[in-house]
């Protein structure tokens, strides 16, 4: 597998343009309808991830209405549901046979794999193009090479050998910190027809590991091109609403031993945060961007009520979320967010909403940055709370400014992603 994909790279094209990225075969009125897979880490409870599938969907059938879409992903039937697409696996299942359960160790890992190409052989040869849509996709975060670098490799691999297209389209890319998986994850990169990322990081963390990026355009996150929440008027505007997001953080790898010892020094000075916030006469409304940050809510909860039992309901709210669209609605009743999630950023912005950002990678700083947030960053694992509540200080002063200067920066990004729309009406 390693010496074929070496053959393909010595022919592989460069990125420098989406023209024929479906085929001949495809274009012409006549022609049919192209077989697009869209693959990524979809229906895995992360809202971020799967409001990028929710856009490049609502592009794609702008775009290309007859196309035959199917998503390739985590949780095909919850992804079917969702958003009435044909879905199938990014992997096949294990079964544990009996032949399995007598093979130990490695051995059962390689047999694993092996069945993991053939399942994909038997897939991926239905599509014209393979199209990898926004994400952090090409980062390691809280993954071992032989989860998504593995996966991400293969189908790229898998689809090149069987005639298809590969496309990655506003993705985010690095930090890989694995030796293998930075390898696997380069090499899915250069194994695609074309590319394209949300912000000048991804393309430059490219770039420093060995991919020819020099035409690859840059342009927006594609969660930026999700349809606001309509606006309402909210009530009691003279107390401040303070959007707090709580994500369930251990490290980046989060199976590292200290992982946990991470976790609650994190939750410790967030609720020292949170109980200065309330403590100022503010309310506070807690977030969340994956179905997974629920138990880490739960456990802020836990710390305030036990320091101070008597804060009212309606001053420390949290809410039910399965969306972008959900934590979008739920800042519409804020004037001030915190926010670690990168897509809950995006939502921020994308609502005018002054932010501070407590990131865990530099895809928070470099956005907050266009944005003219630069400012108001902080690493989720070494922020001092009373820096925190004098930045919070400063931006609720000048929230009007921050507003005007978020709203500059939402439109280049929506200029931004209709510069891609146009390019993928062109050649699709």
């Known amino acids: 597998m390693l010496g074929t994909a070496k053959s393909i790279l010595a022919y592989a094209p460069r990125g420098e343009s989406l023209s024929g990225l479906l085929g001949n075969e495809t274009v012409g009125a006549s022609t049919r309808a192209p077989a697009i897979a869209l693959f990524g880490l979809f229906g895995c409870g992360n809202f971020g991830n799967d409001g990028s599938l929710e856009a490049i969907l609502n592009l794609l059938r702008r ?221 506070v409304r807690l977030l969340i961007g994956e179905t997974a940050d629920d138990g880490a809510v739960k456990t802020l909860m836990s710390r305030l009520r036990s320091k101070s039992p008597a804060i009212a309901e309606e001053d420390l709210v949290e809410a039910p979320a399965s969306s972008l669209h959900d934590v979008m609605r739920q800042m519409q009743e804020t004037d001030v967010i915190v926010a670690t999630r990168y897509h809950n950023i995006v939502c921020a912005l994308k609502l005018a909403k002054p932010t501070i950002s407590l990131g865990y990678s530099k895809k928070n700083d470099v956005l907050m940055a266009q944005a003219g947030l630069g400012a108001y960053c902080h690493h989720i694992e070494s922020f001092e709370v009373d820096q925190l509540i004098e930045q919070f200080e400063s931006i609720s002063a000048q929230r009007t400014q921050c507003a005007d200067a978020v709203r500059a920066y939402r439109q280049i990004a929506d200029s931004r992603l209709a510069e891609q729309e146009a390019m993928l009406r062109t050649f699709l």
């Open 63 to 283: 775009v290309r209405p007859d196309a035959r879409l199917t998503c390739i992903c985590a949780n095909p039937d919850l992804i079917r549901d969702r958003f009435d697409v044909s879905a199938l696996p990014i992997s096949g299942a294990h079964v544990a046979d009996a032949h399995a359960q007598r093979i130990g160790g490695w051995a059962r890992k390689i047999v694993e794999k092996l069945r993991d190409v053939l399942s994909t052989i038997r897939s991926a040869r239905k599509f014209d193009l393979v199209l990898i849509p926004g994400t952090g996709i090409l980062d390691d975060f809280g993954d071992r090479p032989k989860g998504m670098p593995w996966n991400i490799l293969r189908w790229c691999l898998v689809s090149r050998l069987l005639g298809a297209k590969v496309a990655f389209v506003c993705i985010g890319a690095g930090p890989i910190g694995h030796p293998l998986s930075r390898w696997m994850m380069k090499t899915a990169g250069q194994l695609a027809h074309y590319r394209s990322y949300r912000d000048v990081l991804s393309k430059d963390f490219m770039t420093g590991i060995g991919v020819k990026t020099g035409a690859d355009p840059v342009f927006a996150d594609l969660a930026f091109g999700l349809p606001p929440p309509l606006h309402r008027e909210r009530p009691d505007a003279e107390r401040l609403v303070v959007g707090v997001g709580v994500m369930s953080y251990y490290g980046w790898y989060s199976f590292a031993e200290a992982g946990a010892e991470t976790h609650w020094q994190y939750i410790d000075k967030l609720a020292a945060f949170v109980r200065h916030i309330l403590g100022r006469g503010h309310r």
